[in-house]
């Protein structure tokens, strides 16, 4: 059976999501570190909107994080 | 009978203003902490209470273009849980852009894209465009509501404009928390509209590029959609993994670029335009973790492959440290980027003109080629005293340094080897950034 890296990927972030399923996540009261500016996953959405123009300008690859459209003519 | 109440003794109701104030106060602190950062109060005026965050870009690349780039964002938090957000960028670009053509033993003499004028390139140098020059702008917005406790649904759109270029693109998605409001499940869609109209006209693809063969404006048109799953795990550590599937159809083509046709010493005999396929669908996956070491320090890694059927595939993986200083006045933000992707199946430097390529299909565009690119960074901010009655104001500097290097060289006839092909791209982006 062949797995591309798309396939371990996904896997590898299952397995993450599903290791000690009983564990996981917080109480209400234990988010004071996940509270922290730095631990949003949008924490600098600008500085990612300016490397991502940069990264669409000069590479095949877009999006991920979030959708890929580029809305530039640059590529 | 009316009742009236009895006037209290001035003692106690002096006790009474006493009590009253203190449960205000300790009303209003309980409200101010229960509110999302950047929450304003219901009633509060329109303008009041907007988070602005702002950046200055500069980038500059070796020997080809720079741009100057201002962005501003502005956000509010309404205390119903609404958000709104409005964002506008402008660039202005400037520089030599490369057309596509191979560096030669002998000087080659371009037409610009308006055919009204000309250049001339160096025997040995990269080709490009010494008069490129482009201006865009563009605006987005984006509305969030709560639908009910743990489902939100939001709705964006963004609309850019360029000399030649016109792009609008809507989007809709919908989250939902479960779990104590660990796990998040989110799923959202976009659709983009493109109009091309070249300086010149749009070249036919694959047409011979001294013929000047256009036609008139051409459209993209892209739809795409993103399923993520975002996951508390610990205390400390913070996962997302998104899947996303995109694909565009339509004028796919770089208008400026174009292909060297060689004989089989190497001299240059014509070129002709690039000739993509008109779809392209493209999927990815996508895994970032937002790790909290220390009371100072935390790290985010992402994870990206991206695989479509041009044959192209990449892997991308990003670490950025934050180390907070001083009490979390200041921190540093180190970060390295390693990417690396294959080349797309039509993908070509030269043709040879005793061959066709392999497909109808090519295109030396060297962003369609296999390489390997590295980007070091770091951010420096610093925490100032806010404006007016806002808490807090940020003021931040970065700077990145970008280089690809090619990973795929082809063997190249005799007049041409000796001369570098494929010149790395270097590129430096220095920003300043300001929100409060």
């Known amino acids: 059976m062949k797995f591309d890296r798309l396939s371990f990927l996904c896997l590898l972030a299952g397995a993450a999501l599903a290791s000690g399923c009983s564990s996981l996540g917080v109480k209400p009261w234990q988010r004071d570190v996940l509270a922290r500016d730095e631990m949003r996953l949008d924490a600098n959405p600008l500085d990612a909107a300016i490397d991502d123009h940069m990264y669409f300008s000069k590479e095949a690859s877009s999006g991920g994080r979030s959708y890929a459209g580029g809305g530039c003519g640059c590529n | 009978m009316q009742l009236k109440p009895k006037a209290l003794p001035v003692k106690a109701a002096s006790a009474r203003r006493r009590l009253m104030a203190a449960s205000c106060a300790l009303l209003s602190a309980g409200a101010a902490q229960s509110q999302e950062p950047g929450a304003a109060p219901a009633g509060s005026g329109l303008l009041e209470d907007w988070s602005v965050d702002s950046a200055l870009a500069y980038y500059h690349e070796n020997g080809r273009v720079t741009a100057v780039e201002p962005v501003v964002d502005v956000s509010k938090v309404f205390a119903d849980g609404q958000s709104l957000n409005f964002n506008a960028t402008f660039d202005a670009l400037s520089g030599a852009s490369p057309n596509g053509a191979l560096p030669s033993r002998q000087a080659q003499t371009f037409a610009g894209p308006s055919g009204k004028r000309t250049y001339t390139i160096a025997p040995g140098q990269l080709p490009a465009d010494p008069n490129y020059h482009d201006t865009r702008f563009a605006a987005g917005a984006n509305w969030t509501l709560p639908l009910t406790r743990v489902d939100n649904l939001s709705v964006g759109g963004k609309f850019s404009a360029?000399?030649?270029?016109?792009?609008?693109?809507?989007?809709?998605?919908?989250?939902?928390?479960?779990?104590?409001?660990?796990?998040?499940?989110?799923?959202?869609?976009?659709?983009?509209?493109?109009?091309?109209?070249?300086?010149?006209?749009?070249?036919?693809?694959?047409?011979?590029?001294?013929?000047?063969?256009?036609?008139?404006?051409?459209?993209?048109?892209?739809?795409?959609?993103?399923?993520?799953?975002?996951?508390?795990?610990?205390?400390?550590?913070?996962?997302?993994?998104?899947?996303?599937?995109?694909?565009?159809?339509?004028?796919?083509?770089?208008?400026?670029?174009?292909?060297?046709?060689i004989d089989s010493a190497g001299n240059t005999t014509g070129y002709e335009y690039e000739n993509r396929p008109d779809q392209r669908t493209r999927k990815s996956a996508y895994w970032e973790n937002r790790v909290a070491w220390t009371s100072q320090l935390s790290t985010g890694l992402s994870l990206r492959y991206m695989s479509d059927d041009w044959a192209v595939r990449s892997d991308t993986a990003q670490l950025h440290l934050h180390w907070s200083l001083s009490n979390r006045e200041r921190y540093i933000e180190p970060t390295f980027r390693w990417y690396r992707q294959t080349a797309a199946n039509f993908y070509t430097p030269f043709i040879l003109d005793t061959l066709k390529p392999t497909t109808n299909f090519e295109s030396a565009d060297d962003r369609l080629g296999a390489f390997h690119a590295l980007t070091y960074g770091v951010k420096y901010a610093q925490k100032l005293p806010g404006l007016g009655n806002r808490p807090e104001s940020e003021i931040s500097v970065r700077a990145e340094y970008y280089q690809q290097t090619f990973n795929e060289r082809v063997p190249v006839p005799a007049g041409l080897q000796g001369l570098d092909l494929y010149p790395a791209l270097k590129a430096v982006l220095v920003q300043i950034g300001y929100r409060f």
Do not use: C
């Open chain 2, 162 to 261: 360029e000399d030649d270029f016109i792009s609008a693109t809507v989007n809709a998605s919908i989250a939902h928390d479960f779990n104590d409001k660990n796990t998040t499940l989110s799923f959202g869609v976009f659709n983009e509209f493109d109009s091309l109209h070249p300086v010149g006209n749009t070249p036919v693809p694959g047409s011979d590029f001294t013929s000047l063969v256009r036609t008139g404006g051409k459209t993209k048109d892209g739809v795409g959609a993103l399923l993520g799953i975002t996951q508390v795990m610990t205390r400390n550590w913070l996962t997302e993994f998104n899947l996303s599937v995109d694909r565009f159809t339509g004028y796919l083509n770089d208008p400026y670029k174009i292909t060297s046709i």
